[in-house]
């Protein structure tokens, strides 16, 4: 939206245009009129035949007759303000008036020849000019009037006077029968008055001066002389017409107008040099005069004086103009101002206006307001364009970036996929905007019937919690709406289950049997993944977890020790676990006892222990004969050990359950071994030793304990690996063959071809344990072996060999 302003040189910036208009005045008389003059765009006078003055107040849209108290013809008006003016005529008359032309005051001429034109600088000095070249002058306002030499014969007519200021002015005219061309200038106001040549004889009858440099005049003949060095030189001008021009006017050096003897007017925007037909009355064109460029009247024969003006078309969006928030769907009102437009074509951007989509081709300017239903086209980039369907140029642009939102809501979960009990409680959430309530539905088939869960309810929590009902259905989904317009909603994606569990039946084969109790194993150490319907099959025990407990209880439905599942556990158990000093073997391997204490009514126990890898291989866990009666399951994952161990009868265990063995994969072992203990619970008890953490054991390693007796080839570590492993053997003391000294060592690498691949050793080794890196980035996937050769002092040869999988 811009504010309108009517100041023309604004007009492009704005939403507004022009258009010019001449107009038929009705003056009320039919007399000819040979002058006109205003002195604002609403008061003005003309005078010509027969002593006639009209005036109006209001432009022209009325005239009235004043009284001037003569019959003769007047031939100039003047005013220099609202109240004081001058009119002049034939046989020499000069009247004054000083309230506007209400009453007219003869003044002495001192002649009695014609006065064509008079002209004021001010309320005292002015001039008159007329037959036989005659001209005078006035510094009392009227008062009296002193003829100025001007060399003139009495065959001249001076038809036009101008001053630029009280010193310079012009006065043109000729004589038709002498055929002479007279334009006179002074720079003394009058006191002398020289001869300035024009390029042709034809007397020349109106004239118009913009400043002391650029001037005009017009005559006989079509003729425009145009000087810009105040009449050194006077040009020819190119003329519109060859009929007699009586009048010009220019508000600019470069736009003015002229008006001829058939009634036509014309005008220059370039300083003369084209011309436009402006209008044509058919009637002589006797004065002009223009206030500006845009308002200006001319006086004619037969009383008729016709108005320019512009019409200024103009066109201002109001609303919406910036920071609207305006909702999809609803109705809004684009209201604007306008003047001179019939139709307005409406479009609107959501792009801050790189494109434009129509909202409506064309809509009737009045009353001004269009009620626009907002489209599903959420920006906070939104403008509306209006324009004038005549002329697309005229338009206006919201000034800021408004916004159409659309409420939305959606569903988060359920979602899909989920598999929730009766009687549990889950969340039911989303996510919205620009909605304050709304109301939560759900169906069990699919859609087919809604039931209600909760309307109204907040819709900023995004979260409730829903009690399961006891309903089992799989083609569950949840709707979310909102209460005031139920057309905004969200449904979950995909069907939920709410079902009651087949508990035991964790493979869903429809029985439950000892396998299982076995996949529950292998998901608590880790092996596998169970789905949603499989955990909340496994969980029989009543609890929210899966424990080893719920195998121990499947195994006992299945072997008949309880009639059904679920089964509660209506004991308690105790107990906590604990390492115990580790040792190593002569043969290198670690071993460290798992102790669990004080043990009652133990039916199952899981734990989580770590280790680092990077300097042992975890090779099993050695159960001891006080768990014979436990079905168990170990799992490796990375440096993570996962045990889980079960029984059908409740068990008092007090001691060691079994030995975790390790084999060292580094040469130098550290001084420390550390075992961590992640997680441990017995039945379904977590058990903690500390608030900040577990168990951590330390022990101590023995050198000199751990030397070989015998030659050994361990397995590498990784195996498979891809493309580097490590390979450690054992070279036993010199002294069990009875040499101290070291032995002659040979480590190759083999294909199943038996080609050699690579020999990572063949040097004299110390007794003790040794590694090697074999880094198998050239050779193709496969199976390798590795052999190791050695030869003690005594000639004896020993040869080890072990298989390795390389897989890229």
Not at 55 to 68: D, K, L, R, V
Not at 234 to 241: A, E, G, K, Q
Not at 327 to 338: L, P
Not at 641 to 650: E, L, M
Request: with cysteine; aromatic share 12%.
């Amino acid at each position: 939206m811009k504010k309108l302003n009517f100041v023309f040189v604004l007009f492009f910036m704005l939403g507004i245009t022009a258009k010019a208009q001449w107009t038929l005045q009705t003056s009320g008389v039919t007399q000819d009129l040979y002058s006109i003059f205003f002195v604002d765009e609403n008061t003005g006078w003309a005078c010509g035949w027969n002593g006639k003055i009209v005036s109006t107040t209001n432009g022209g849209a009325t005239w009235f007759q004043q009284t001037s108290g003569v019959v003769s013809q007047l031939s100039s008006i003047f005013f220099i303000n609202s109240s004081n003016g001058w009119c002049s005529g034939d046989g020499g008359i000069i009247l004054k008036s000083t309230n506007g032309g209400a009453n007219w005051i003869s003044q002495t001429s001192g002649t009695t020849m014609s006065l064509a034109s008079i002209y004021f600088v001010d309320a005292n000095t002015g001039w008159a000019c007329g037959d036989q070249g005659k001209i005078y002058k006035t510094t009392n306002g009227g008062a009296n009037w002193i003829a100025q030499p001007t060399g003139l014969s009495s065959y001249d007519m001076l038809w036009s006077i101008k001053f630029v200021n009280s010193t310079t002015g012009w006065a043109v005219g000729g004589s038709f029968i002498a055929m002479t061309c007279s334009i006179l200038k002074t720079t003394n106001g009058g006191t002398n008055w020289t001869q300035q040549y024009s390029p042709v004889s034809n007397q020349q009858r109106a004239s118009s001066f913009i400043n002391e440099n650029v001037g005009y005049t017009v005559g006989d003949y079509g003729t425009i002389f145009k000087t810009t060095n105040g009449g050194s030189s006077w040009s020819f001008s190119p003329s519109p017409t060859s009929d007699w021009l009586y009048s010009v006017f220019f508000v600019s050096e470069t736009t003015g107008w002229v008006g001829n003897g058939s009634g036509e007017i014309y005008k220059t925007t370039n300083g003369g040099t084209n011309w436009t037909l402006q209008t044509s009355v058919s009637n002589r064109i006797n004065s002009l005069f223009f206030l500006n460029a845009n308002l200006g009247w001319a006086s004619c024969d037969a009383g008729k004086i016709v108005k320019h003006y512009v019409i200024v078309s103009s066109l201002g969006l109001v609303s919406p103009n910036g920071s609207e928030n305006w909702r999809v769907g609803s109705a809004q009102n684009i209201t604007w101002n306008s003047t001179a437009v019939s139709n307005v074509k409406l479009e609107y951007s959501t792009n801050n206006g790189v494109n434009w989509i129509t909202i409506a081709g064309s809509v009737a300017a009045s009353p001004a307001v269009y009620s626009w239903t907002i489209p599903n086209t959420p920006s906070s980039q939104c403008k509306v364009k209006i324009s004038d369907v005549d002329n697309s140029s005229l338009s206006d642009i919201s000034d800021n970036v408004f916004t159409i939102y659309s409420p939305s809501v959606t569903v988060i979960s359920p979602n899909g996929g989920e598999v929730w009990k009766p009687g549990s409680n889950q969340f039911i959430t989303w996510s919205s905007q620009n909605v304050s309530q709304i109301k939560i539905e759900y169906s069990v088939n699919g859609g087919g019937s809604w039931l209600t869960i909760a309307n109204p309810f907040s819709a900023s929590s995004n979260s409730y919690t829903w009690e399961v009902p006891n309903t089992s259905s799989g083609n569950c989904r949840v709707k979310i709406s909102d209460t005031s317009d139920a057309a905004i909603n969200d449904i979950s994606d995909n069907p939920f289950e709410i079902t009651i569990p087949d508990y035991g039946d964790v493979d869903l084969n429809n029985l439950v049997q000892a396998y299982d109790a076995s996949l529950i194993l292998k998901y608590l150490v880790g092996s596998i993944e169970l789905t949603r319907q499989q955990k909340y099959n496994a969980n029989v025990s009543g609890d929210t977890t899966i424990s080893g407990v719920d195998a121990s209880l499947i195994l006992q439905k299945v072997v008949g020790l309880i009639d059904s599942l679920p089964h509660t556990i209506n004991f308690s158990s105790s107990g906590s676990i604990t390492f115990k000093t580790g040792f190593q073997n002569s043969d290198g391997n670690l071993f460290v006892p798992l102790f669990i204490k004080s043990g009652s009514n133990i039916i199952s126990f899981e734990g989580e222990i770590d280790f680092n890898q990077n300097q042992y291989m975890f090779i099993e866990i050695e159960w001891s004969a006080a768990l014979n009666s436990f079905v168990k399951e170990v799992s490796l994952k990375e440096n993570k050990i996962n045990f889980v161990c079960f029984t059908t009868t409740a068990s008092s265990i007090e001691g060691e359950i079994g030995k975790i063995r390790f084999i060292p994969t580094v040469d130098a072992l550290p001084e420390n071994f550390h075992l961590t203990i992640n997680k441990f619970r017995i039945n379904e008890n977590e058990i903690k030793y500390r608030d900040y953490g577990w168990d951590i054991l330390s022990f101590k390693t023995d050198y000199q304990q751990g030397i070989p007796i015998d030659y050994q080839l361990l397995q590498n570590y990784p195996n498979p690996f891809n493309p580097v492993t490590k390979i450690r053997y054992s070279i036993p003391f010199a002294e069990t063959h009875r040499h101290a000294s070291p032995q002659n060592v040979i480590l190759k690498i083999y294909d199943v071809l038996g080609n050699e691949v690579a020999t990572l050793v063949n040097e004299q080794k110390e007794p003790g344990t040794h590694t090697v890196e074999f880094d198998a980035s050239e050779l193709t996937s496969g199976v390798y072996f590795c052999r190791l050769s050695a030869i003690d002092n005594s000639g004896r040869r020993t040869v080890r060999q072990s298989k390795m999988l390389l897989l890229k």
